[in-house]
């Protein structure tokens, strides 16, 4: 004799073993494409809806000369390989700062904690522990390449570049939409635009 077996009209107790043929498993179901589930793929960044900002990548209405958002030349170049075009404007962007440095061609931007070595990024940095005071500087050539190096002294949070360790004194080479961290909490993307004033 089995054990009662809970159901929709209480205990039962005449044989019923709760199996009614249902293993689990829908016979009945009929393969879906995975385009059906995914759903539309979005449209190619540059469509009648408009083009890709060289500068920000914002998607700026068709003919317009210059980005809204970021001034950049649309159709003009836009600097997304290692080389800056001549007069081309190069910004550090800290999205989570709210702040913008721009690098001036011949003038290391230095980042920092320490006032007097690094007075344009220090009162940003100043309560920023994870950054050192004397942590890494950005110049940009007059090739037009730009380039970041790590004091020669190290620090002690370490630098990045889109997820690369950089040695200290060692310089190495940034490109538009680059990542650059500075310890474990700040970071800034690199914005190469045709041109304009720094």
């Known amino acids: 004799m089995t054990a009662p ?28 494409l995975d385009e059906e589930v995914r759903g539309p793929l979005p449209p190619p960044p540059d469509t009648a809806a408009g083009v890709r900002c060289p500068g920000c990548a914002a ?67 100043a309560e920023l522990t994870t950054v050192s005071r004397r942590h890494a500087s950005v110049t940009a050539g007059p090739d037009g390449s730009v380039w970041v190096t790590e004091e020669s002294d190290g620090t002690v949070n370490g630098t990045w570049v889109n997820g690369a360790h950089l040695l200290p004194g060692e310089r190495h080479r940034l490109r538009h939409g680059d990542r650059l961290q500075l310890g474990h909490r700040v970071a800034c993307t690199v914005r190469v635009t045709a041109d304009g004033p720094c």
Not at 10 to 23: C, E, H, I, S
Request: net charge negative; charged share 25%.
């Open 5 to 32: 077996v809970r159901g929709a009209g209480g205990d039962r107790d005449d044989g019923y073993d709760g199996y009614d043929g249902y293993d689990g498993y829908d016979d009945d179901w009929e393969p879906v």
């Open 59 to 125: 998607l700026v209405p068709p003919g317009t000369p210059r980005c809204p958002r970021c001034l950049a030349r649309i159709g003009g170049g836009g600097g997304g390989g290692g080389t800056a075009p001549p007069g081309a404007r190069v910004v550090l962007h800290f999205d989570t700062l709210a702040l913008s440095l721009p690098v001036r061609p011949g003038e290391p931007l230095r980042l920092g904690r320490d006032t007097d070595w690094a007075p344009a990024s220090s009162g940003a940095f």
